[in-house]
């Protein structure tokens, strides 16, 4: 079950006052917005411990601020790639000193997962005979020839995922696979200038 989310202490005060005031639990919670075991709860606390605030939590203390998670997400989009071992040694340099499990529960906590890069695909034998054929068919092109010629690459834009398939990748929940291999194919074909 998720954490509530916690009652401000004016909320507590008000149900208090209104208690006090002889009005019954059910009215209290529909007044102030709660539930009726809510309202229960803060009366039985009050009468206890004579306040409303809450006590000391218990549990180890958090070992990093907000700002320096902020720190290590920046760190995580600079390179996809690294390790958590790299991405502590770089936090260490802005003076945060932990281990690898904190980094690595703060990634998740951030919502970022590992996943296993994905591989490029090799060429066909199709696609090599295709530019086999094309090279061979311009071969004594002389420089002329290929200044009436417009070139466009084919790129490929990899977000977050190398071509290695032994690396890993740090992406979040809401990138698919696929949209972290965003493929940009720009392929103009030979257009000439000049007939």
């Given amino acids: 079950m998720a954490p509530t989310r916690e009652m401000s202490v004016e909320t507590k005060e008000r149900i ?3 208690l006090k005031e002889g009005k019954s639990s059910r009215n209290v919670a529909k007044n102030v917005g709660c539930s009726q075991s809510a309202v229960s709860k803060i009366w039985t606390k009050y009468k206890s411990n004579g306040k409303v605030v809450k ?24 390179n996809r790639k690294c390790t958590t ?3 502590r040694n770089k936090w260490a ?4 000193h932990v281990c690898d499990r904190t980094v690595r529960n703060r990634l998740k906590e951030m919502g970022f997962t590992y996943r296993k890069a994905k591989r490029k695909p090799s060429l066909t034998s199709k ?11 311009r071969q004594s092109w002389t420089v ?6 417009i070139f466009s ?9 190398g071509d290695d398939a032994g690396t890993f990748s740090v992406c ?7 949209a972290q291999r965003l493929s940009v194919s720009a392929a103009l074909s030979l257009f000439r200038l000049r007939p």
Avoid: Y
């Fill in 16 to 18: 208090i006052k209104l």
């Fill in 55 to 78: 006590g000391k939590r218990t549990g180890r203390p958090r070992k990093t601020s907000k700002r320096q998670d902020r720190k290590l997400k920046a760190i995580c989009l600079e």
């Fill in 85 to 87: 071992k790299q991405m």
């Fill in 93 to 96: 340099e802005s003076g945060v």
């Fill in 127 to 137: 696609q090599k005979k295709t530019r086999f054929q094309w090279a061979k068919e």
């Fill in 144 to 149: 002329d020839d290929w200044m009436r010629v």
């Fill in 153 to 161: 690459d084919e790129s490929r834009i990899c977000i977050g995922q």
């Fill in 172 to 178: 979040q929940p809401c990138q698919s696979s696929r």
